[in-house]
């Protein structure tokens, strides 16, 4: 705020005739010239080195060849006529030794508005500053309106932004490359510096889009990384970005490596990763907040097309929230693991720490690869994972090998997974040459490492509608450490046991639920139909004097909470809560007497 404060400032002192201005045009003269409008210099870099604290620098159209970066240190603001394509700022590229950056900012009140700046190279140096920001290092001040295109860097191909005081808003940043060297780090924009320094950085109101890596080179955020604590990306499209799968590729949209990262109200879309995390990777974070995104269309060829997270340490966290998770998908790879979320990684890679999904809608993803593991959600942690509020429906499993959880799977040895007010419907694995089990949430497939059992709660879900080749339709589980409480499971389809395993030992873990192959009355269980309001239309409300209704258990969570269309759970007509993830509200009218 300070930044734009002024910059408000500046102008303002233009606009009253009191600040000192020095004008820059293609036509004018470093030799006679004196920064006047009649007598203007000719390059912008002898402009800002005239420029006192305070300075407007104003840059008439025209191309600008820079070869040495423009270097500002002290707050003066450096202004395109035309914002943001009137002024061109390149250099003389291509440039076989990577010498030149395009623009350097180095004082928190400095202001670079209004420009085009492209093919920045600059050279990779120990001294990682000089290998950051192919168009631009942010080390202090505000970039705004700008455009970033066809630059280089091994960190921060379009741009890098340092510190707390570094902010680029309103700028669009695409078709940079990061290359020269391995590893290499955000192809649009780096936050940060490689060391995991200079944290705090803001991406506010921009796009990045259409960046990609060098295929030699292991490859970290195609279109956003970041190394460094507490940055902040909002309000930003990150889309059509690419990481050419050769040695390693992580993150085609965000590479979230960052401690307490927060990206909020963004789009990720149409991203690609060829290894793991096509729109967001986020590997031994100690926090990440995903809030208000839409994570849309990535794809990666292993694990995690939409998000892909591994915490690494007990201390990690991440928390998804409001956000849609949709139609992202792997394809043409061996095995694939969590279309729309991935916790941990195939055998033996768990995640640690804590994982909270919730209010989030994780649907339409899916993949095409030979074996394929959690259309939705695939969950491999010896952590904690909540899903809570969620929607998990229309994700599919398509091929020829076998194929577990379309909704979700959570593989056996995970520590701690609960799966709260949930909806899991619609899911599908379609008949194909071999296998396909669990077509809404499969348990205990497969193996992974560590001491801990499976361990898993589900708690006031309605799961429904689902279908797969084989068996188990609704749930397939194993039953050691776990639980079913308030659950509706009906109406999914499967040539065998369509809802669930109906072998004895498969429903004792079932509670105050409803469904067609649990024992009537054992455990306060039902095995009536739960009567729908709109099965056809895919509304699976409550109809009016549904058995359902006030059949459930109260427990300690649901104090304060409330059902996936946020009424009160339980109601507060009868204080009791009702099976599945929706409460039946009474229609009517309530009159307030005084």
């Known amino acids: 705020m300070q930044k734009y404060l002024t910059f408000a400032l500046l102008l303002l002192g233009v606009a009253c005739g009191t600040a000192q201005t020095i004008y820059v045009a293609t036509t004018g003269s470093d030799v006679d010239g004196d920064g006047s409008l009649s007598q203007p210099f000719l390059t912008i870099s002898n402009g800002v080195a005239k420029a006192a604290a305070g300075a407007i620098v104003l840059v008439a159209d025209g191309v600008y060849t820079q070869t040495v970066n423009i270097h500002i240190t002290n707050d003066i603001a450096l202004r395109g006529m035309h914002a943001p394509t009137g002024v061109v700022i390149t250099t003389c590229y291509p440039d076989p030794v990577y010498s030149t950056r395009c623009v350097r900012l180095s004082s928190a009140g400095a202001v670079f508005y209004g420009f085009t700046v492209e093919y920045g190279y600059p050279p990779n140096e120990l001294a990682y500053q000089y290998a950051s920001g192919g168009g631009i290092l942010v080390e202090a001040g505000l ?13 921060g191909g379009g741009a890098a932004l340092w510190g707390s005081n570094a902010i680029m808003r309103k700028c669009w940043i695409s078709n940079n490359i990061c290359d020269n060297g391995s590893p290499v780090h955000g192809c649009g924009v780096f936050l940060g510096d490689y060391n995991g320094a200079q944290g705090g950085a803001q991406l506010l109101d921009c796009t990045v889009n259409n960046n990609t890596g060098e295929l030699a080179a292991v490859k970290y955020g195609g279109g956003v ?33 960052g401690p307490n990262l927060l990206i909020i109200a963004s789009t990720v879309s149409n991203n690609s990763s060829e290894t793991t995390g096509g729109g967001i990777h986020a590997p031994g974070i100690t926090s990440l907040t995903i809030q208000d995104c839409d994570i849309t269309m990535n794809r990666s060829r292993v694990a995690g ?3 892909h997270v591994q915490r690494t340490a007990p201390s990690g966290g991440a928390v998804i929230t409001n956000c849609v998770i949709s139609g992202n998908h792997f394809e043409n790879y061996s095995s694939g693991y969590g279309a729309g979320i991935c916790d941990g990684y195939h055998t033996g890679a768990t995640s640690s720490g804590k994982l909270v999904v919730a209010n989030t809608r994780i649907v339409n993803n899916g993949g095409t690869t030979n074996d394929r593991r959690g259309g939705g959600a695939y969950i491999n942690t010896h952590g904690t994972a909540i899903f809570h509020n969620c929607e998990i429906s229309g994700n599919v499993l398509l091929s020829d090998y076998d194929k577990n959880g379309a909704g979700m799977l959570i593989l056996t040895g995970s520590a701690h997974v609960v799966i709260q007010n949930c909806l899991v419907a619609g899911n599908h694995i379609p008949p194909s040459d071999d296998t396909g089990e669990g077509g809404g949430i499969s348990l205990g497939v497969g193996s992974s490492s560590g001491p801990n059992p499976l361990d898993v709660k589900i708690l006031s879900c309605t799961i429904v509608s689902n279908s797969t080749k084989s068996y188990y339709g609704g749930i397939q589980g194993l039953t050691n450490n776990l639980e079913v409480w308030n659950t509706l499971i009906a109406s999914n389809a499967a040539p065998s046991n369509p809802d669930l395993n109906s072998a004895a030992a498969y429903i004792v873990p079932f509670h105050y639920s409803c469904c067609p192959v649990l024992i009537n009355t054992e455990n306060h269980n039902i095995t009536s139909p739960p009567e729908f309001a709109d099965y056809a239309a895919g509304d ?26 946020g009424h ?9 809560p009702d099976i599945g993830c929706y409460e039946y509200v009474p229609k009517g009218t309530l009159i307030g007497l005084r």
């Open 225 to 257: 990384s970041t190394l460094a604590p507490d940055g902040l990306i909002s309000n930003c499209v990150i889309a059509g970005n690419f990481l050419p799968g050769a040695n390693g590729a992580y993150g085609g949209g965000i590479n979230a490596a």
């Open 143 to 155: 970039a705004t309106n700008c455009i970033f295109r066809h630059n280089h860097a091994r960190y």
């Open 305 to 307: 097309a939409g998000v």
């Open 568 to 576: 009160a759970r339980p109601d507060r007509f009868s204080g009791l």
């Open 540 to 565: 699976y409300r409550l109809k009016p004097g549904s058995d359902c209704v006030n059949a459930g258990a109260n427990e300690s969570w649901m104090d304060g909470a409330t059902d996936l269309d």
